[in-house]
């Protein structure tokens, strides 16, 4: 399934309900934001998130968050708005 524009830079909203898992940092993963074990033939290892409870986070995906995997909006000011592509409605959102 391709990648839209929208899932590169807007974050994944996730209800994590696991006490552990680990989040994607080298994207090669097929499973973003999730790593899927990708990055083997790579030097960069996932980030492991523990959780004492279940929790709504916010998954950076336009790699340029100072807080990865956790979105600090810097996505916000990558494009300018008139420079967006138009949302892609009626695909599939997963």
């Not at 989040?23 to 097929?30: E, P, Q």
């Not at 074990?37 to 290892?45: D, E, L």
């Not at 995997?69 to 420079?83: I, W």
Request: some cysteine; glycine content about 6%; overall charge positive.
């Amino acid at each position: 399934m391709p990648l839209f524009y929208d899932d590169l830079i807007e974050p994944t909203i996730v209800r994590q309900v696991s006490k552990s898992v680990a989040y994607c940092r080298c994207t090669r993963s097929k499973n973003l934001p999730f790593c899927d074990g990708s990055h083997a033939v790579t030097n960069v290892k996932p980030f492991i998130l523990e959780l004492n409870e279940p929790e709504t986070i916010a998954i950076c995906r336009c790699w340029k968050s100072k807080d990865h995997p956790y979105c600090d909006g810097t996505h916000g000011r990558l494009v300018k708005p008139k420079e967006r592509p138009p949302h892609q409605h009626g695909r599939n959102p997963g």
